[in-house]
């Protein structure tokens, strides 16, 4: 198995940076469509525990656009073959101010592109 062929990085990176700014701007369509639409696909979000698709689209529909601004670091995407990969990223927000987030994604490449199948989002305080 190939890690990280640099062909397959730039796909997931693409699709990763289309989440991030359908995320940002609340465009719940493209982040629903970024999602794999499956009961087994999970998000565990910062204040909660999404399984399925159902709920995390839900969740999207329900969510306040206000605040979703935020700067990232020490993003790191990795494939494996050229069907799977995961994206991790630290990310802090205005709103969340002294607090530091992590997100990591599992995405799976489809006959409808790279999807995520399962995300993990939460916000601590800065170690120190």
Known sequence: MEIDR??????VTAA???YEKALVTNDVDALNALF???PRTIRYGAGENLYGYGEIMAFRTGRSPVGLGRTRSKTVITTYG??????S???ERPSAAGKIGRQQQSWVKF???????AAH????DPPK
């Open 36 to 38: 794999r639409d499956d």
């Open 16 to 18: 990763f940076e289309a």
């Open 6 to 11: 640099p062909e397959v990085v730039a796909e």
């Open 111 to 117: 006959a409808e592109g790279w999807q995520v199948v």
């Open 121 to 124: 989002v939460s916000v601590i």
């Open 89 to 91: 990223t630290l990310f």
């Open 82 to 87: 050229t069907t799977f990969a995961t994206a």
